[in-house]
């Protein structure tokens, strides 16, 4: 059944919610935002054509409240709801009440997001569909001894991960079998603090992983596209920092079989909307189900550069019913996108949080440039929500161009108030690993040395300074005189080197 959709919630804030305004704007179609307290002034409340105050900052008063969230389409006559990411997006319960309301959700299916959210039930899914998985436990497990003679039979190193889990909470790395039992405890102790859920499963290591994930598009009708891969293999604590699209890594013959596969685990679970598919492929260049993300991600804009494909325009037409506008066929790649996430965090200081008032933001510009950011000069950077800024997409025709105008962005985007991790990037892009393509899901771990690479050459330059002003004035208290406003400077640099050490 075809609804045209005239006006839509968006249930989320900052670079997203603005994102997805922006596509409905270009559609026609009317905006509503919704905004905590401390959002009261954000880009995306100004963007909309109307706006709902949800509560105060703790999402658990705002954007999560789905009593808030629904009372604001009504209130506002929104026809649909579009979640964005986090918060609600992959929530069934609040896509079921959204519907039950006669709202459009614009996403997937609550069964779809239920059988993927289950790390176990979708590994079971996949095997039944012929998507590889690592080896591991069919099931959660029930008893520690059987699923220690699984790990035996997979073979040392396994991973312990948690059912209702993803992106690395409630796992452990086990290499040896007399810290088994104690790392399944372990495990199932933070999955239940994490989920109130402690099941947990078993499955291979596998060692040096790339971490490539396909978009996929299917409309109600069960037409289901890939819209090639993106690489994220550079995370830190299994946060995505950097990803691009297409990979260095996949040959044309690797990456049909993985576009088959990932097109085979949307059927699987009757997928509609835009998803992904997260596989990791080892260094034997085999490929192994990991999850699907059952809603839009992060970094598909580097998709959307390479594909000429909008994402959001593609969720809500699919939403209203319509079949997808194109066939497998009609999809080309074209170039290469990278995308930087620009977090508000320290890099030199173990990326804690860095928060303050954003006293200068000027982005980049220029040819294949692309910036969607949720904050503006002014703004406060503050702690109540994902510490993400901006993200910053170039796309360029080769991957060598590409990493040439995202160094040429990174050097141009303009941040004072807080720390980013913007030397990060420009770290990781100049970086051997990287550009070469020889990088995994190590790169932070393996590469990456906060000290070294943004504080000494800074310690240093201070040290040659250091030296000079002391040698200048041990010299002058020999009274030779040539220093002589030396003394006026106050600075005790005796003091300060000996602080210094
Ligand atoms: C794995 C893996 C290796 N072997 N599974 C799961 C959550 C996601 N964010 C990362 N996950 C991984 N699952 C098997 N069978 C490697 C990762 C992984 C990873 C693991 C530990 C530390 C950092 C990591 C970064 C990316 C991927």
């Known amino acids: 059944m075809k609804q045209t959709i005239k006006k839509v919630l968006v249930a989320n804030r900052g670079e997203i919610a603005l994102r997805v305004m922006r596509t409905c704007y270009e559609m026609g179609i009317?905006?509503?935002?919704?905004?905590?307290?401390?959002?009261?002034?954000?880009?995306?409340?100004?963007?909309?054509?109307?706006?709902?105050?949800?509560?105060?900052?703790?999402?658990?008063?705002?954007?999560?409240?789905?009593?808030?969230?629904i009372g604001a389409a009504k209130q506002t006559d929104a026809d649909a709801i579009h979640p964005g990411y986090g918060f609600l997006s992959e929530n069934g319960e609040f896509s079921n009440r959204v519907k039950d309301e006669g709202i459009i959700f614009i996403g997937p299916?609550?069964?779809?997001?239920?059988?993927?959210?289950d790390k176990t039930a979708?590994?079971?899914?996949?095997?039944?569909?012929?998507?590889p998985c690592p080896p591991g436990t069919k099931d959660a497990m029930?008893?520690?001894?059987?699923?220690?003679?699984?790990?035996?039979?997979?073979?040392?190193?396994?991973?312990?991960?948690?059912?209702?889990?993803?992106?690395?909470k409630g796992m452990r790395i086990v290499h040896d079998e007399k810290d088994f039992t104690a790392s399944?405890?372990?495990?199932?102790?933070?999955?239940?603090?994490?989920?109130?859920?402690?099941?947990?499963?078993?499955?291979?290591?596998?060692?040096e992983p790339r971490h490539i994930e396909f978009q996929i598009l299917a409309d109600r009708d069960g037409n289901t596209v890939h819209l090639f891969e993106r690489e994220c293999s550079v995370q830190r604590r299994h946060q995505k920092v950097i990803e691009e699209a297409p990979s260095s890594l996949l040959t044309s013959k690797l990456r049909d079989e993985m576009a088959d596969a990932a097109v085979k685990a949307a059927k699987a679970c009757n997928y509609e909307g835009a998803g992904t598919i997260e596989f990791l492929v080892d260094k034997h260049q085999k490929f192994y189900f990991l999850e699907m993300n059952t809603r839009l991600q992060v970094e598909h804009p580097v998709t959307e550069m390479i594909t000429g494909i909008d994402l959001v325009r593609a969720q809500i037409e699919i939403a209203e019913g319509k079949p997808l506008?194109?066939?497998?066929?009609?999809?080309?790649?074209?170039?290469?996108?990278?995308?930087?996430r620009v977090y508000a965090e320290d890099p030199s200081d173990q990326f804690l949080p860095s928060t303050g008032t954003l006293t200068r933001h000027r982005i980049p510009a220029g040819a294949g440039v692309r910036v969607d950011s949720g904050v503006e000069e002014g703004g406060e950077v503050t702690i109540n929500y994902d510490?993400?800024?901006?993200?910053?997409?170039?796309h360029s025709a080769t991957r060598k161009l590409a990493i040439k105008k995202m160094l040429r962005a990174l050097h141009e985007y303009e941040i004072s108030g807080c720390r980013t991790t913007i030397p990060f990037c420009e770290f990781t892009l100049k970086h051997d690993a990287f550009s070469s393509g020889q990088y995994d899901t190590h790169f932070v771990k393996d590469h990456f040395d906060p000290v070294k690479e943004t504080m000494f050459e800074k310690v240093n330059e201070l040290d040659a300074l250091a030296?000079?002003?002391?040698?200048?004035?041990?010299?002058?208290?020999q009274g030779s005189g040539k220093n002589g406003n030396l003394k006026q400077t106050g600075t005790d640099v005796n003091q300060w080197w000996s602080n210094r050490r």
């Open 109 to 117: 299916s609550a069964e779809s997001m239920r059988l993927m959210g």
């Open 142 to 168: 029930e008893d520690v001894e059987k699923a220690l003679s699984v790990a035996r039979n997979v073979g040392f190193p396994v991973l312990i991960k948690a059912a209702a889990g993803g992106g690395g």
């Open 467 to 477: 030296a000079s002003l002391v040698a200048a004035l041990h010299e002058d208290s």
């Open 122 to 131: 979708a590994r079971d899914l996949m095997g039944k569909a012929g998507v």
């Open 184 to 207: 399944v405890k372990s495990a199932q102790s933070e999955a239940r603090n994490a989920f109130g859920d402690d099941r947990v499963y078993v499955e291979k290591y596998l060692e």
């Open 387 to 394: 510490p993400m800024i901006s993200k910053l997409s170039v």
């Open 325 to 340: 506008p194109f066939q497998q066929n009609d999809i080309q790649k074209n170039g290469h996108a990278i995308e930087c």
């Open 30 to 69: 009317r905006t509503v935002a919704i905004y905590s307290t401390p959002d009261a002034k954000a880009p995306h409340v100004k963007f909309a054509d109307e706006s709902v105050w949800v509560g105060e900052a703790a999402s658990s008063e705002s954007y999560l409240d789905m009593d808030k969230v």
